[in-house]
């Protein structure tokens, strides 16, 4: 089994779909996921784009995806790198393709000068949490994330 670690180019863009939606079922969300293949296509292969992925593959086939954007601090005046969804498929955890990509992703933060590296994980996804604890990761439980979406965005967004 080898497993690479590669950039995604714009003919991933249905191959990250599929993992989003595969996500999505797992975290019982899938009735939220709004994204196609051309809305990918238009906003992470882009001239300008903010979002970057990964893929993982192992023996050549597309078993993981890392989808991740640059951030800010202003108490270090630095960038940071925050990983929007990391997915394995079930056929492959336990493999290493998970904390492969976690390892890339903290490599590319250093080369980027980056202050911090951050993630977020729902408290329940007991899996996860014990993959983020092995690599040393901390939880931030002071810290509360707070979220304006749909409708509730744009009744204040124009109130």
Known sequence: MVLTLREAVRGDAATLLAFIRELA???????????????????????NAVPRAIICEQDGKPVGMAIWFFSYSTWQAKSGLYLEDLYVTP????????????????QIALENGCGRFEWSVLDWNEPAIRVYETIGAAPMNEWIRYRLCGDTLKSFAAG
Do not use: D, N, P, W
């Open 91 to 106: 056929a492959a955890r336990g493999s290493g393709a998970g904390k492969a990509m976690l390892k890339r992703l903290a």
């Open 25 to 47: 079922i797992y975290e019982k969300a899938e009735h939220q996921v709004a994204a196609t293949i051309e809305a990918i296509e238009e906003t992470i292969f882009c001239a």
